[in-house]
């Protein structure tokens, strides 16, 4: 070999091992992504027409809660869009969970209207749906191919949420469930860019929420912050968002459920929420989200409380590796008193979560549901495809899940 090419092979080699170092050196790292905007308090709805204004806006496509619309909750938005001059279609069709109907719709709708702006205004349902809507709509995507992994399209029309529950965290997330036309199964399509630009939080639109929805949703977000404390994926950043939003949410939760009308626990519901919301899309969820997502579609469980059930039994299922995450819990639910062991703190925060479930009004167990014993080998196998199930902190099979299920329907448990 001439000095040419010696030098080219050298130079060669030492590129392969430069390069392996510097993919092996960092460690530890995360990401972590939120709305590029946020306005929070009471009242803030009033400033949507200038915040889009700042954006350029021309025409927002508000993918709505029936509901919500037929209660005149948006009128006060309409009249901010009014005055900023910039135009509105409202599709107020979201009286469920949407499915592949409602986003096909609403995408032709959009196309139709020559739409710049996605704005969903409700429950999470609604939140999800524009999310789906505004990537479909950009991308001219189905949703199947959205939710396979890797997908590579792009929105580019804007989007924004606001929430009128504490619960879902749709508003700073990066996922949308949407049910497929059987409504038996759910996409659940997770993509950098379903998280929102704009979030408007504004507890004055969630007063007077029927207090069953309230414990659903409250419920809900407590689900997302003790998954995303102790998933696989968390971090620094998403542990802490999470265990202030453990607290939060046991200290207000039961007063919203009981007084609909009380601003200030309403929110520090909502604050909650969006830092329980903040901490699982940037730290991921578990089996509690994975299990849920099957039983809802198939037997029409609010998902909610489908959480809500289930979040116990996972719990102490998980228990065997997250005692001392699930004693910081503890800590934070006010249930750990002097001389307790950390295992002793792991099962308070367990029986505090029941107690919880139990005060504001909510099942603790499949019992009363029309859940089948014949579908628990489906429904487990399907959650194992579950992209929740991927941060979930202990290892998982199918006869877990299946004896998870077989527990959670007894009448009685048996810690």
């Known amino acids: 070999m001439n000095s040419t090419g010696q030098s080219q092979g050298n130079a060669l080699i030492e590129d392969i091992v430069t390069r392996t170092v510097d993919e092996l050196t960092p460690r530890g790292l995360f990401n972590f992504n939120a709305p590029r905007q946020t306005l929070m308090g009471e009242g803030a709805i009033l400033k949507i027409g200038e915040m889009l204004s700042q954006l350029s806006v021309s025409h927002v496509l508000v993918i709505a809660d029936r509901i919500v619309h037929e209660k005149g909750l948006m009128r006060s938005m309409q009249r901010s869009l009014e005055r900023a001059g910039v135009a509105c279609t409202i599709y107020p069709v979201i009286n469920q969970e949407p499915d592949e109907t409602v986003v096909a719709n609403a995408t032709e709708l ?93 507890p004055g639109l969630m007063l007077n929420l029927p207090p069953l929805v309230t414990a659903a949703t409250g419920i809900d977000a407590l689900t997302h912050a003790i998954e995303a404390y102790a998933a696989r994926s968390s971090h620094p950043l998403a542990k802490a968002l999470a265990i202030c939003a453990v607290q939060s949410i046991a200290e207000a939760l039961p007063i919203v459920v009981g007084n609909g009308g009380d601003v200030a626990a309403r929110l520090t519901m909502a604050t909650a929420a969006y830092k329980a919301g903040l901490a699982f899309s940037n730290s991921g969820l578990g089996l509690v989200h994975a299990i849920s997502h099957q039983i809802g579609a198939r037997y029409r469980l609010a998902h909610g409380i489908a959480n809500g059930i289930l979040l116990p039994y996972v719990m102490r299922f998980n228990a065997l590796v997250c005692q001392r995450d699930y004693a910081a819990i503890a800590h934070m639910l006010g249930v750990t008193r002097t001389g307790m062991t950390e295992r002793e703190q792991c099962m308070a925060s367990i029986d505090a979560v029941r107690q919880l479930l139990s005060g504001i009004g909510l099942p603790g167990n499949l019992a009363g549901t029309n859940i089948n014993r014949d579908d628990f080998g489906a429904i487990a196998a399907e959650a194992l495809e579950d992209v929740c199930i991927r941060d979930n902190p202990r290892d998982v099979t199918e006869a877990d899940i299946v004896q998870l299920l077989e527990d959670a329907c007894r009448t009685t448990t048996n810690e």
């Open 110 to 202: 959009l196309t139709r209207n020559h739409v710049d702006f996605v704005l969903g205004f409700g429950g999470g349902s609604a939140l999800d749906a524009a999310k789906a809507i505004a990537l479909a709509g950009s991308c001219q995507s189905s949703l199947q191919q959205m939710a396979e992994p890797g997908f590579k399209g792009r929105r580019v029309i804007g989007l924004g949420a606001v929430p009128t529950t504490a619960g879902t965290g749709s508003e700073v997330t990066d996922i949308s469930v949407i049910m497929r036309a059987d409504r038996k199964h759910k996409y659940v399509i997770k993509q950098v860019d379903l998280m929102p630009d704009l979030a408007i939080v504004d």
